[in-house]
């Protein structure tokens, strides 16, 4: 199955996966940011973007097997895996399972084991989804993922990340959305394996991933360090991309080589 990925830089690897309902694109600051050190992978998972859309259902195997395949497909044996939301949960699955073909971890704006709130919220956005398509949900998917402040000042970001969401194939998106409103259930067993440097970052208002998912991971994962960047809300990489540039690449730039 073909996965769609642009390749830039040069140096170690650092590898962006996206969230659910979004693409490659959402990653443009952090690309440009990170190119002049380091090699930069971003794709589009399955489902997504300029992938392949295979017949439903979807797993989070399927999107870590996903991942294995891209970095043998181009020769990356270790990277730094950067993984937004349900990236995010792409991206600690995979470092549980393959440890040795992780550098370090980035979980940004991730969400872990939501409480029977938490669950019935994100399991009726599946029923909308399910009743009415992806169109009806975007409006309010916009207003959880950025500040009012910001959405005023930068309408063409807003324009640009709701025609993402329209684009997508209904039924992959359907697909995939299920996997993200139900894998967070048990990350702590799978995020308790994890061994490398891990970074767990996310924003003050993210309703979705709270601050206090991330500091349940950051007590989970042995090796990690928690930040909460104030005033932000979930699409923190966009959002947020001056503070979470300068946090990740002061992060990336402690952990050994070898």
């Known amino acids: 199955m073909a996965t769609y990925y642009l390749d830039t830089g040069h140096g170690l690897p650092v590898v962006l996966i996206h ?16 190119k002049e050190h380091y090699r930069v992978v971003r794709y589009d998972m399955f489902g997504h973007g300029q992938s392949c859309k295979p017949a439903a259902p979807y797993t989070l195997d399927l999107f870590e097997q996903q991942l294995r395949a891209l970095l043998d497909e181009i020769d990356i044996n270790r990277a730094h895996l950067v993984g937004f939301s349900m990236g995010g949960l792409v991206a600690g699955a995979f470092a549980s399972r393959y440890p040795e073909r992780v550098r370090s971890l980035v979980l940004a704006s991730t969400v872990a084991e939501r409480s029977p709130e938490q669950k019935r919220a994100v399991l009726d956005r599946v029923t909308e989804v399910e009743k009415s398509g992806p169109h009806s949900t975007i409006q309010a998917a916009l207003k959880r993922w950025f500040t009012s402040q910001y959405a005023r000042a930068n309408p063409e970001v807003l324009a640009s990340v709701g025609q993402c969401l329209e684009n997508n194939d209904p039924e ?47 007590q989970i994962i042995e090796n990690s360090k928690c930040v909460i960047v104030p005033y932000v809300k979930h699409i923190l990489p966009v959002e947020g991309a001056e503070a979470f540039n300068r946090i990740l690449v002061e992060f990336l730039a402690r952990i050994r080589v070898d």
């Open 19 to 34: 969230g659910v309902g979004l693409d490659h694109g959402m990653w443009h600051a952090q690309a440009d940011f990170l």
């Open 172 to 218: 992959a998106y359907l697909a995939a959305y299920r996997v993200f409103a139900t894998a967070d259930e048990g990350v702590g067993k799978r995020f308790s394996r994890v061994v490398c440097p891990a970074l767990i970052i996310t924003g003050e208002r993210d309703l979705g991933a709270t601050p206090e998912m991330a500091r349940r991971m950051h």
